[in-house]
């Protein structure tokens, strides 16, 4: 059953060899985690041509979040509210929509007292 959003920082990190990104995930289970067109699109983005085919498996393995107008519609209230970027704002609507924790590093837009769900795993 999923339970957590990851944001693309976590993948990111995990990605970047940081070893706290990688711990987080092996303890959490990877079969309870979910991530969203938004965090595929942005981790696929920052890849190597010869890493396409690598990090494409490894995001096959989440179950992927779709974006629609019902979720477009939530993002944009929140980042009216929020003032957050409209990527921030679709992973807060995703994980709400779905009753979700999102899982991130970004202190700087997701504290912990502004959005209750959201989990900071590990800082750098």
């Given at each position: 059953?999923?339970?957590?959003?990851?944001?693309?920082?976590?993948?990111?990190?995990?990605?970047?060899?940081?070893?706290?990104?990688?711990?987080?995930?092996?303890?959490?289970?990877?079969?309870?985690?979910?991530?969203?067109?938004?965090?595929?699109?942005?981790?696929?983005?920052?890849?190597?041509?010869?890493?396409?085919?690598?990090?494409?498996?490894?995001?096959?393995?989440?179950?992927?979040?779709?974006?629609?107008?019902?979720?477009?519609?939530?993002?944009?209230?929140?980042?009216?509210?929020?003032?957050?970027r409209l990527p921030d704002a679709f992973q807060a609507a995703l994980?709400?929509?779905?009753?979700?924790?999102?899982?991130?590093?970004?202190?700087?837009?997701f504290s912990t007292e502004e959005f209750d769900y959201v989990v900071?795993?590990?800082?750098?």
């Amino acid at each position: 059953m999923v339970e957590a959003l990851l944001d693309s920082v976590i993948l990111i990190d995990h990605l970047n060899g940081i070893s706290a990104a990688t711990e987080w995930l092996a303890r959490e289970g990877w079969d309870r985690m979910a991530i969203s067109a938004i965090t595929r699109a942005e981790v696929m983005a920052g890849a190597a041509p010869e890493e396409i085919v690598h990090i494409g498996n490894l995001l096959d393995s989440f179950p992927c979040l779709s974006l629609d107008a019902e979720t477009a519609d939530r993002a944009a209230s929140i980042r009216r509210k929020k003032r957050l970027r409209l990527p921030d704002a679709f992973q807060a609507a995703l994980a709400e929509m779905h009753h979700l924790k999102l899982i991130t590093r970004n202190t700087r837009d997701f504290s912990t007292e502004e959005f209750d769900y959201v989990v900071i795993p590990y800082r750098l």
